[in-house]
């Protein structure tokens, strides 16, 4: 039976962003593929900054369907097993690209395949922390925050999402000490006078919350007074 060939000159601007050209091999283009996912840009958490969102999600798409070409368009020989450092990646990058799609099912399974591998990665635990706290398991996400910053205590992106777990906590008087400890690390964070705002607001949404009941309580028995008086 003949082979089916890739058709290359479709596939001509994904080789290009990789810097490639059509007969790389396989080896070639991953590396080249971790290489633009490993900028130091991409190694801390940029959930937040929807250009380089953009960016990784663009490395990761074009990777994909070169790879995908390549296996309908022939038989794939077994190669040889890959090194545990470039598994990681490849585990890691699916999980941040499941994250992006807000799958965090898929997100969750790739970064703990990703942690059996290297289970102190403080971006790779970041991501994890991020997950727990979307599922409200703020206390776990806590830890492994703390985790990274025991180790890497000028971490910015780790007090941030420190600051937005204690938030989503509705622990209002931590989450704002971590945000201006954030602000310390990088007075020009864009997100962070906006968070600071809406952390100060829900801090007295709820003081005001918890006053309704008690004044309401105090008027009834006063009310009580009044007729027990009767």
């Known amino acids: 039976m003949q082979e089916t060939q890739p058709d290359l ?3 001509s601007e994904e080789y290009k962003l990789f810097g490639l050209t059509p007969d790389a091999s396989d080896e070639e283009l991953r590396r080249a593929y971790l290489a633009k996912t490993r900028q130091t840009h991409f190694q801390k958490v ?3 900054n929807i250009s380089l969102v953009a960016e990784f999600a663009k490395y990761h798409e074009y990777y994909l369907r070169i790879m995908k070409n390549r296996n309908e368009a022939q038989e794939r020989q077994q190669s040889s097993p890959l090194k ?3 598994m990681f990646f490849l585990f890691f990058n699916q999980g941040v690209s499941a994250m992006i ?3 965090l099912q898929l997100a ?5 395949k990703a942690q059996a591998i290297d289970p102190t990665d ?3 635990l970041i991501y994890l922390a991020i997950i727990l706290m979307r599922r409200k398991n703020y ?3 806590e830890k492994y925050l703390n985790q990274v910053l025991a180790k ?3 971490r910015e992106d780790a007090w941030y999402y420190l600051a937005e777990n204690y938030f989503q906590a509705e622990l209002f008087k931590k989450a704002i000490e971590t945000y201006e400890k954030v602000r310390e690390l990088n007075p020009a964070h864009q997100m962070l006078a906006l968070r600071i705002k809406e952390c100060h607001e829900a801090k007295q949404r709820k003081i005001e919350a918890e006053k309704g009941p008690s004044i309401i309580k105090k008027a009834l028995e006063k009310l009580k007074e009044t007729f027990a008086g009767d």
Do not use: N, S, V
């Open 46 to 48: 940029f959930l937040e």
């Open 108 to 112: 969750g399974e790739k970064f703990y």
């Open 152 to 154: 890497t205590p000028l």
């Open 122 to 124: 403080p971006t790779l």
């Open 101 to 103: 799609r807000g799958d």
């Open 84 to 86: 545990r450092e470039t």
């Open 139 to 141: 206390y776990a996400a």
């Open 9 to 11: 000159k479709m596939f």
